[in-house]
């Protein structure tokens, strides 16, 4: 065992973790050890006699994971992004022993006891205002994990809570597995319509895959393009069919069993702990607090954007009769069309933006944007990674170590789709200058060897995305980890990642970076213009397809969970006029940030909320005529993206921009005003 890097110091260049020594079959031995460490941890604390006290209680409890959290920090993210079956089975294995230790701490009345005991002479410790903070959260964490609950129902809450894990595990492997099994081969007659850099792509992943040929898969960057581009209406009907039937094929990866335990467990689980339903409990510990804020946003938000969905869809139809189908408009024709409407209208064709948008280029923008905004430089490191695709940077603000970046930007079969935001470290001051580590997953087409990558602009919005996240890991400055970086609410998590999204389209941004392939000119000032003119098209499009996702997430978790989630999906859209040629974002056999875990269970409207406060937060640069203004950059980092949850997230915003934004700043952000 004390071969095992997992459980050996990290010797390594700034801790990271040592990937090319750990193999598969240290994990087990690795969480066995763990588990068993972070067990006598928690006994020690719980069965401690002196007096509680902040140090031998809460701050003992922040030690007491240190390996657990190490171990899981590393497998998390490689069991996502680089799966094996040996590492799956893994996964369902580990789901139900963390649920289960989860609950026996967080149940452990002696501990909580030690808990409830520093809230009640909180005033008379002389803690300090993130002490004060840590141990309010601490405290709410226990309540709703049932530390009041009696016995019995605290038994049956355990059980809940370890059969949810493992359903969460079940339900994401089962979408990987219907990606990973679903190609579509193309001939030559296949490929009418489809850009060079499409066709590469697509070649390079059956390269990947062993075989010849272009092609497509349900990896996003692929299947979307497909659906744009494509001239063959037949098959942009077999691989729209096919991306909204992942986990719905019927069979072993079919998720509805799945689901429909979950919700009934969830809501279970809310009536232990004594709330309404499940979003009532899940919504109470967010800025949003109850489903009626939620569907007020969303409402709000909802009937502008189907008109304006309703208006684009007769001027799509019209086309699509144009070129002799005497059909109504489906939805493997939306994206088709709006494509030719993007051109018509704004002269604007993804094929003439992307060889502007290499990858490289557009890593070095977000860099460079950090740069100005918090005075971050980005050195690369010549350091082992978990993946060749994977490369490594440190950031440093002046000669000061600020933490590493790790960039994992291609598709691969075995990296489940989407893309995130993970920490193989977080940053804590409470022993010492703990630095973050953390990483971009993202599944961008790979490009043949010896050519570069080009993204779409959807793809470079994701990578700016994801860097706003990595941000608010690296920036954090708090001192106990619990509250450090993205610990903080769901619906605020969003604010620092999708704020940074505004300054891709930012003219001295895109006029620096967005170099053209192949003469290296930068993208000319009237595609500029013509970018930011475009910038709402098709936003009814895009907001109703998000919008009816967060609704039917938010209804599945209100009332009465239903027995048949996929009739009651169809229901809930049928209640709201879903236009006919418009699906959901994420059809819940696919949800899986409902359906694998907790994080955004109930909470997908989150994107939404943060958005609210993101075009505000935005709008306080344009206010000071420059996106880069000082002034305001130094307001941000100190109260959004260093702050961590060291305070509550109204208090947050609220201090950095004076007050709480309305929905019209959305409304107006989008186009829908």
Same mark, same amino acid.
């Given at each position: ?39 006598? *941890? ?63 701490? %967080?149940?452990? &009345?002696?501990?909580? *006891? ?39 129902? @605290? #038994? ?85 069919? @096919?991306?909204?039937?992942? &986990? ?34 899940? %919504? ?15 409402? #709000? ?6 008109? !304006? ?38 002269? %604007? ?76 470290? &977080? ?32 793809? @470079? ?126 059809? *819940? ?30 709008? *306080?640069? !344009?206010? @000071? ?49």
């Amino acid at each position: 065992m004390t071969q095992n890097p997992l459980l050996q110091e990290w010797n390594t260049q700034f801790g990271i973790p040592p990937f090319d020594k750990i193999n598969t079959e240290h994990y087990a031995p690795a969480f066995e050890e763990a588990f068993t460490r972070a067990r006598g *941890a928690v006994d020690a604390i719980a069965g401690n006699g002196e007096a509680p006290s902040f140090a031998n209680t809460i701050e003992a409890m922040e030690r007491a994971e240190t390996l657990l959290e190490r171990v899981m920090g590393v497998f998390d993210n490689l069991s996502n992004s680089d799966a094996s079956d040996e590492m799956e089975a893994l996964e369902r294995d580990l789901a139900p022993k963390f649920a289960a230790f989860s609950a026996e701490t %967080l149940m452990n &009345g002696a501990l909580f *006891a030690r808990v409830a005991n520093l809230v009640e002479n909180r005033d008379k410790l002389g803690l300090n205002e993130e002490q004060k903070r840590v141990l309010e959260l601490y405290n709410r964490m226990f309540v709703r994990a049932g530390a009041n609950l009696k016995p019995d129902a @605290a #038994a049956r809450l355990k059980e809940i809570m370890q059969r949810l894990a493992s359903l969460g595990a079940t339900f994401s492997q089962n979408v990987l597995a219907d990606e990973k099994s679903w190609e579509l081969p193309l001939s030559e007659d296949d490929l009418d319509g489809l850009p060079d850099s499409l066709i590469a792509a697509a070649i390079q992943t059956a390269k990947e895959r062993g075989k010849d040929g272009p092609v497509i898969t349900l990896t996003r960057s692929l299947a979307i393009p497909f659906l744009q581009f494509s001239t063959r209406r037949d098959l942009r009907e077999l691989v729209l069919k @096919a991306w909204e039937a992942r &986990g719905a094929n019927g069979g072993e990866t079919d998720n509805a069993a799945t689901m429909a335990e979950t919700l009934k467990l969830r809501h279970e689980r809310a009536r232990l702990l004594g709330f309404e339903n499940f979003s009532s409990f899940k %919504l109470d510990n967010e800025m949003a607090k109850t489903p009626d804020a939620v569907r007020e946003l969303l409402m #709000a938000v909802w009937t502008p954007a189907r008109q !304006k969905a309703d208006r684009d869809a007769k001027k799509l139809t019209q086309m699509l009769h144009e070129d002799g189908v005497n059909d109504d408009l489906a939805v493997w024709d939306w994206r088709y069309y709006a494509a030719k409407l993007k051109k018509s209208e704004h002269d %604007l064709d993804e094929n003439e933006i992307k060889p502007y948008l290499q990858l490289d280029n557009m890593i070095e923008a977000a860099f460079d944007v950090a740069g100005r905004l918090f005075g971050l430089s980005f050195e690369a490191l010549d350091v082992p990674l978990y993946h060749a695709d994977a490369r490594a940077w440190e950031v440093k603000r002046g000669d000061e170590h600020i933490g590493v970046f790790i960039g994992d930007y291609f598709a691969r079969p075995t990296k489940r789709g989407g893309a995130w935001s993970w920490r193989f470290r &977080g940053q804590s001051k409470m022993d010492g200058d703990v630095r973050p580590i953390t990483v971009n997953v993202c599944n961008f087409a790979k490009a043949p060897e010896g050519e570069v990558a080009l993204l779409t602009f959807d793809d @470079a919005r994701t990578l700016f995305h994801e860097f706003g996240h990595a941000l608010h890991s690296l920036l954090s400055d708090v001192t106990y980890k619990f509250i450090s970086g993205t610990s903080v609410s769901r619906d605020f998590v969003e604010l620092p990642s999708q704020l940074y999204e505004h300054w891709l389209s930012e003219p001295e941004v895109l006029s620096k970076h967005a170099l053209h392939v192949e003469t290296g000119k930068p993208m000319p000032r009237e595609m500029l213009d013509r970018l930011e003119a475009a910038k709402n098209f098709d936003q009814g499009f895009d907001t109703v397809e998000y919008t009816a996702s967060a609704l039917v997430d938010l209804d599945f978790h209100t009332g009465t969970p239903p027995s048949e989630p996929m009739a009651a999906q169809e229901e809930i859209l049928a209640g709201l006029e879903m236009p006919h040629a418009i699906s959901m974002r994420i059809s *819940a056999p696919q949800f899986n940030h409902v359906f694998a875990g907790d994080g955004y269970s109930s909470g997908y409207y989150s994107y939404m909320w943060s958005e609210v406060m993101d075009e505000d937060a935005f709008a *306080a640069f !344009k206010e @000071a005529g420059d996106a880069f203004d000082p002034d305001v950059a130094a307001r941000l980092a100190e109260h959004i993206y260093t702050a961590g949850g060291s305070r509550d997230a109204a208090a947050l915003y609220t201090a950095f921009r004076g007050s709480l934004p309305k929905v019209e700043a959305l409304l107006k952000g989008r186009g829908l005003d």
